[in-house]
């Protein structure tokens, strides 16, 4: 036998026994709700707010200066992904978290 055959084979394993464990990674996991309301609440009110108003402020103030849009654009885009960004994750993913 071949050394290349070798590692194919414990390549094949190996990405056996990992498939098998990730199939059931996703139960259970109830103890990270707490920390997941947290931070969702965190991201959707005054704290997403300021840090969204920050992300344009700072992109206007630098689009300013480099007389250019792509960074009003950029804290745009991040001021948006911060605001909704989380919504989005949650319902993309199945999660459901009791309000």
């Known amino acids: 036998m071949s050394k290349m055959n070798k590692w194919v084979k414990v390549g094949i394993v190996a990405a056996a026994v990992v498939g098998t464990t990730a199939a059931i990674a996703g139960t259970g996991g109830t103890e990270f709700t707490g920390a997941m309301t947290t931070i969702r609440d965190w991201f959707e009110g005054d704290l997403g707010r300021l840090i969204a ?8 103030a630098i689009g300013v200066i480099q007389q250019s849009i792509m960074a009003v654009v950029v804290g745009f885009a991040m001021a948006l992904a911060l605001s909704q960004g989380p ?10 978290l009791p309000m």
């Open 53 to 60: 108003v920050a992300a344009l402020g700072i992109g206007l």
């Open 87 to 96: 919504g989005v994750v949650v319902a993309l993913l199945g999660g459901s």
